[in-house]
């Protein structure tokens, strides 16, 4: 499996900002460069972040829009989004402006619309922050909001894999939300959260009921 690139809907990681046209190109010389060694690979885009049109970043419900009107659905196998919705849960209805898991819906839409109704979609960043940061969580939300994802990604049915971002904590600074996503604390004691996981992914065998934890440099496969 090879995602190509990450959260190119945002400035932060495609400059000077966002190009939908020239992400398109990058994934049109990428995916057949790498079939033609691995023909069995399959592609994933970049996983597209929660965003806004704010004339900088592109909200991921536009983004796949523009991907699916260039015809870049035929340069990917599984359609990968990064759908955080935190501190709202998932399933949220009265979130839906801006809750990206929610939202995942419309971008169903818009595959149904182009008849690609068959491609899986890959929620491949997911979970929330804890610590004092003014955005983070409460470790028991931390954990709600994991196990209202899972629930709602079996429930949509079409949501294939949930990553959950991440196995443990970067670090120890409490303020710094980049540090504490982790279902572990920096020195491995567990929060509430793995706990969540561990009981979801219990006795998960089938390819299409699997949920794998991420983290840096290691991916644990739960």
């Known amino acids: 499996h090879w995602e190509i690139w990450n959260e190119p809907n945002l400035t932060n990681f495609f400059r000077p900002r966002p190009d939908v046209g020239k992400y398109v190109e990058l994934l049109a ?5 790498v079939k033609s060694v691995q023909p069995n690979a399959r592609i994933l885009n970049g996983g597209l972040a929660p965003a806004v049109d704010n004339g900088s970043d592109i909200s991921p419900v536009t983004y796949v829009q523009q991907l699916y009107a260039r ?13 955080y919705s935190y501190p709202a849960l998932p399933s ?14 419309l971008m169903r839409d818009t595959m149904v619309q182009y008849g690609d109704a068959a491609t899986p979609v890959w929620a491949t960043e997911f979970g929330a922050p804890t610590g004092t940061a003014s955005n983070a ?3 028991q939300r931390q954990a709600d909001i994991i196990a209202d994802g899972i629930a709602e990604a079996r429930r949509l049915g079409w949501v ?7 196995m443990r ?14 279902l572990l604390y920096q020195n491995f004691s567990a929060k509430s959260s793995r706990a969540v996981v561990a009981s979801a992914t219990s006795g998960c065998a089938a390819a299409n009921d699997t949920l794998e934890s991420t983290n840096t440099p290691v991916d644990a496969v739960w």
Not at 29 to 33: C, H, R, V, W
Not at 76 to 82: E, G, K, R, Y
């Open 92 to 105: 949220d209805a009265s979130t839906q402006s801006w809750n990206t898991f929610y939202r995942m819906r």
């Open 160 to 166: 294939q894999k949930v990553f959950v971002y991440s």
């Open 137 to 139: 969580v409460s470790t």
């Open 169 to 182: 904590d970067r670090g120890t600074n409490q303020a710094d939300v980049e540090q504490n996503f982790g």
């Open 29 to 33: 010389a990428a995916a057949p460069a």
């Open 71 to 83: 015809g870049a659905h035929q340069y990917f196998d599984i359609l990968s989004v990064h759908p």
